[in-house]
Every structure is written in C-alpha cells, then in structure tokens.
Nanobody, 123 residues
C-alpha cells in the first residue's frame, strides 16, 4: 500500500483544515487507519484512528471534540477534519495503515506510512 497525505498548510488559530490520505497500489479498506503528528523535538503522537469499517473512531484528549476522522472505503481515502486549531497543533501530520482492522495508539502497530504533510497554526 502506498499512502499519500495532503491538505496541510497555514491556518490561523481557531481555523480549520482538512487532511486527506489516499491509498494506491493496494486497498487499505480492511485495515484501520491512523493519523499521527510530530512536532520538532517531540515524539510522534497519535491524533486519530478509524477502524476498517468506520464504525469505531479514537482520539486522544488533546484533540477530542476538535478533530474528526472519517473514511470513504469506495475511494480508498481517509480524511482528518481539524477545527478550532491551536498553535500547539503545528506539526507534520502522517497517515498510516494499521497491521489490523483497528487503530491502536502505538505507532509500531502501523506498517505503511504516508510522507507527511505540514500543518502550521499561527496565533
């Protein structure tokens, strides 16, 4: 599976962005998909996950209520809608395909990764 993340850019605090993760070469429709982010000097952080059928989503407290993950299995695409953005959301965002149908927060459980897309939130 090859993953392509896009949609990053510059937003103001309180604004919104939508990230897209598109799969090619092979479907990831039977896999959970997660979004992670990594800010300079910080560890990679899990920010959202969606199960293979979209029935289950997971968020850490830091983004709960502000980020929404969804997927379109027919288009082999996963989205991350981010709203009420904060400067601390600034990071490179990565999508990744889980080894299973679900999305554990441990990044070692993901075996395919997109290249990352930079999100910058200004205050």
């Amino acid at each position: 599976v090859q993953l392509q993340a896009s949609g990053g850019g510059l937003a103001q605090a309180g604004g919104y962005l939508r990230l897209t993760c598109a799969a090619s070469r092979r479907t990831f429709s039977n896999n959970g998909v997660g979004w992670f982010r990594q800010a300079p000097g910080k560890e990679r952080e899990f920010v959202a996950g969606i199960s293979w059928n979209g029935a289950s989503t997971t968020y850490p407290d830091s983004v709960k209520g502000r980020f929404t993950i969804s997927r379109d299995r027919a288009k082999n695409t996963v989205y991350l809608q981010m709203s009420s953005l904060k400067p601390e959301d600034t990071a490179v965002y990565y999508c990744a395909s889980s080894r299973t149908s679900y999305t554990p927060p441990d990044y070692s459980q993901y075996n395919y990764w997109g290249q990352g897309t930079l999100v910058t939130v200004s205050s």
